[in-house]
């Protein structure tokens, strides 16, 4: 069974940083494309950033690029987003999603929130 658990969120100032992880079973990790996603309440889901299985490149969107940073463990099956100079539009709803075949996989969720 695939499961993906996020971690790490929570209450953090302006200016801030926090480090989400994101802990998969079920799946070969290091052979699979990874990424996070986030939600505003009322809004859609806006990609954050990815992790390419084939040579693990970084994507990020222009709104997180330069603060924020995605890693994986290959070894701990552990996705990670690192996430610095966090403005109050950051706040959200963070999943991890894999894709897999034609199937994507999501995690619970992990609620950011950034304010003063």
């Known amino acids: 069974e695939v499961q993906l658990v996020e971690s790490g969120g929570g209450l953090v100032q302006p200016g801030g940083s926090l480090r989400l992880s994101c802990v998969v079973s079920g799946f070969t990790f290091d052979e699979y494309s990874v990424s996070w996603v986030r939600q505003v309440p009322g809004k859609g889901l806006e990609w954050v950033s990815g992790?390419?299985?084939?040579?693990?490149?970084?994507h990020y969107a222009e709104s997180v690029k330069g603060r924020f940073t995605i890693s994986r463990d290959n070894a701990e099956n552990t996705l990670y987003l690192q996430m610095n100079s966090l403005k109050p539009e950051d706040t959200a709803v963070y999943y991890c999603?894999?894709?897999?075949?034609?199937?994507?996989?999501w995690g619970q969720g992990t609620q950011v929130t950034v304010s003063s």
């Open positions: 999603k894999a894709r897999i075949g034609a199937y994507d996989y």
């Open positions: 992790s390419y299985w084939k040579d693990y490149s970084t």
